[in-house]
């Protein structure tokens, strides 16, 4: 008996510690539902994130590339910029393209490090801010943090477990 439960307490440890943990947090503005498949859009490439003194490099063309994956299905034609730049520059851009949104991501923390050497766990953390690129205007801004697990089972680096709450985030924005 006493083994028994022993096992169970042990598969439910296991269970609950091998799940990536995800959550949007939204700017506390009211809902917004953009129309799918009507506009266009331009996405940024955010700035490499860092953890401390660590930069990890191409990790802003990474999250720039899940978040256009992301949204590309609900934009008539989406745009992916190539470098980092202001929103100044990125709207200068995103009007050169006759785009009606930008997209801008922006790393707040990543961390891609060996969970079972370290004790630590993956984390990206970004916001994304939808802007009519016309006028300038911040629609919507929210920010999305995503961790991997504490027991290592659910490995990956930060970018793989970003995928799938910006797919949901963007599912979230548009009427279909």
Not at 61 to 77: C, G, K, Q, R
Not at 90 to 101: G, P
Not at 150 to 160: K, N, Q, R, S, T
Request: some cysteine.
């Amino acid at each position: 008996m006493m083994q028994r439960y022993w096992k169970i307490l042990t598969l439910v440890a296991l269970l609950t510690g091998c799940s990536a943990q995800q959550d949007i947090q939204d700017d506390g503005a009211t809902a917004v539902i953009l129309p799918a498949n009507q506009k266009t859009a331009y996405v940024t490439t955010p700035v490499d994130g860092r953890d401390g003194a660590s930069i990890y490099f191409r990790s802003g063309s990474l999250t720039a590339n899940i978040v256009a994956d992301a949204f590309a299905p609900y934009f008539l034609n989406l745009t992916l910029g190539s470098d980092p730049a202001s929103r100044e520059e990125a709207l200068i851009s995103a009007r050169s393209q006759q785009a009606d949104y930008l997209i801008e991501p922006k790393i707040l923390r990543w961390r891609d490090v060996d969970t079972a050497w370290s004790g630590a766990v993956d984390q990206a953390t970004i916001t994304l801010t939808i802007i009519d690129a016309k006028t300038g205007t911040e629609v919507k801004s929210s920010t999305i943090d995503a961790k991997g697990s504490f027991m290592g089972i659910a490995a990956g680096h930060p970018e793989d477990f970003l995928v799938k709450p910006v797919r949901r985030y963007a599912e979230g924005l548009f009427s279909q």
